[in-house]
């Protein structure tokens, strides 16, 4: 075994025995999910989390069972959103079977009335008919009218209340679409929606024999900086770095969040030298930022990023577009970082390791 992966055995051990003390300290049962969430926090694998927990036992002193349950439905089991969604369809398909159950009813009134109409007709053409059964014969016509009007006005009334209902299911349903495609530090699009973004692209670009282009992004010694200042303001970092692609980025541009540290820019429609320069303006602005910590106004210098650039070429597929653009960013690593690199040079160059 390699002295690496000695490193990598001796640090999950030393997370693992963190973890435990803490849920010692400050968990009231040791269960699976404790353990669960407890272990996330230390590795710091979900920084929002992790924030949640240091609010919680800061006001507390310790997480019950029922915080636990709260952070690791939140934070780390997916099945939340979709829960979500499958309560607001069961709640529109409920909806629909009222108004369903409305339109029948009102369907059998408007029959009902329909055969009130015609017995009238018959006995409107009958012989032998006097005043006083005219009289009746009328009556009885505009008591049933006055009977589905009203029903109509329930069915109106109701049929409104039910548009807004629906309405507001349909953007609650919409806003979980959302969050389930977001990253939620950056507001980014997180890995599920780049990565279906990335193969729609690819399949428009070879349908259309169009150029389009990817840029992947990594922060520079972000671990680094992470260890040394810690985790909000790593945070800080991720969040910076996602404001400056909106501002220089520009709209049907894909922008992603897809590992901890590495983003992602989808370009449609856009060649490698307009990718370039879309690179270039990200990566002067990022170090063009003063970072401040703001517990205490004290400056942490620059963030750089290191940038690859791919460009889409006749057979890619998205694995193969995505991985250029990776073997790229990570060339501008091995370069000395805070650059660009597109796949312009030869792939066994960018696959050179120094």
Known sequence: MSDGSHGDRDRTFAVAERATQLMRDYGSSATPRA????????????????????????????????DIDALYDTYIDGRRLSIAAEKMS????????????MLDLSLGSTAQYGESLKAFSHDLAGAMLNRARIREIIASLVTTTREVSANNRTLEARMRESRSEIETLRETLEATRIESLTDPLTGLSNRKHFEEMLAATVDAAAARGVTSSLIVLDIDFFKRFNDLYGHLTGDQVLRLVGIVMREHVQPGATLSRFGGEEFGILLPDTDRAAAQVIAERVRTSVMGRELVKRSTGESLGKVTVSLGIAAYRRGDTPVSLLERADLCMFAAKRRGRNRCVDDSVPLDELSHVA
Request: hydrophobic share 40%; net charge negative; glycine share 6%.
């Open 35 to 66: 353990y669960s969430v407890w272990y996330a926090y230390v590795s710091g694998s979900h920084p929002l989390m992790s924030d949640a927990i240091k609010r919680l036992t800061a006001q507390n002193g310790c997480l019950c069972d029922g």
């Open 90 to 101: 069961a709640s529109v398909l409920a909806e629909i079977e009222s108004i369903t159950e």
